[in-house]
């Protein structure tokens, strides 16, 4: 199995909601990955676990909180969202540290985020 | 840092070859490249560990020269399903972070 399973696929969201996306892998990876892409650039690193800690934090702002509950899972919490936030946003998982592999990144299909 | 992809865009006729350069200010260790088609997510093509080497995937085959801090990915006879954003990411100074450059778009005509 080498996929990393993102949902929902699509997703409509108002200012004042709360929503949360999801992604799963069962690939043995210990790094999982949270990046926004907005059109026409390249995906733009949010957060990073590792071995279930969350490692790296790119200053989002903290209407989004990501949370990892085992080593196949990774959520991202939105809350109180802004119209600028709409974008593809895109789950990685990679192998863990110490192999050749490391880093390379294994994306799931996105969640299309609209924000009204 | 960012690495820095040249050129931004290029459009093709299929069987046409393409070069796609991926240069960074600062000592690399490993280049990745990856493609995103329209609408989907990007796709790993392949990882360059040292200086000089070379690896293949399809008739897309890439170069790293570690002394000039560059990397270059070759597409030959290329066909229309070679078209997408090519992304180059170079790993940054944390342990699992991955920088993308800003991406060339390819496109193959018929």
């Known amino acids: 199995d080498t996929e990393v399973t993102q949902t929902p696929k699509h997703l409509v969201m108002g200012m004042t909601n709360k929503k949360s996306l999801k992604c799963e892998q069962h690939?043995?990876?210990?790094?999982m990955y949270w990046y926004k892409q907005k059109a026409k650039k390249p995906p733009e690193l949010m957060f990073v676990y590792s071995y279930e800690k969350l490692s790296i934090n790119e200053s989002v702002p903290s209407r989004f909180s990501p949370e990892c509950p085992n080593s196949s899972l990774l959520n991202l919490h939105l809350h109180a969202l802004q119209p600028e936030d709409s974008a593809l946003y895109l789950c990685a998982s990679s192998p863990p540290l110490g192999t050749v592999a490391k880093n390379i990144q294994y994306f799931g299909a996105g969640t299309r985020l609209s924000v009204l | 840092q960012q690495p820095v992809q040249s050129p931004q865009a290029v459009i093709l006729r299929e069987g046409e070859d393409a070069v796609i350069n991926c240069s960074s200010s600062?000592?690399?260790?490993?280049v990745h490249w990856y493609r995103q088609k329209h609408g989907e997510a990007p796709v790993f093509l392949m990882i360059?560990?040292?200086?000089?080497e070379q690896k293949g995937h399809e008739k897309i085959s890439a170069s790293f020269n570690e002394k000039k801090q560059q990397s270059s990915l070759y597409l030959t006879a290329s066909q229309l399903s070679y078209s997408g954003t090519y992304f180059c990411?170079?790993?940054?100074?944390?342990?699992?972070?991955?920088?993308f450059g800003a991406g060339t778009i390819l496109r193959v005509k018929s």
């Open positions: 690939m043995g990876h210990r790094a």
């Open positions: 360059l560990l040292k200086g000089g």
């Open positions: 600062k000592a690399l260790y490993s």
């Open positions: 990411g170079t790993p940054s100074d944390y342990g699992n972070k991955l920088v």
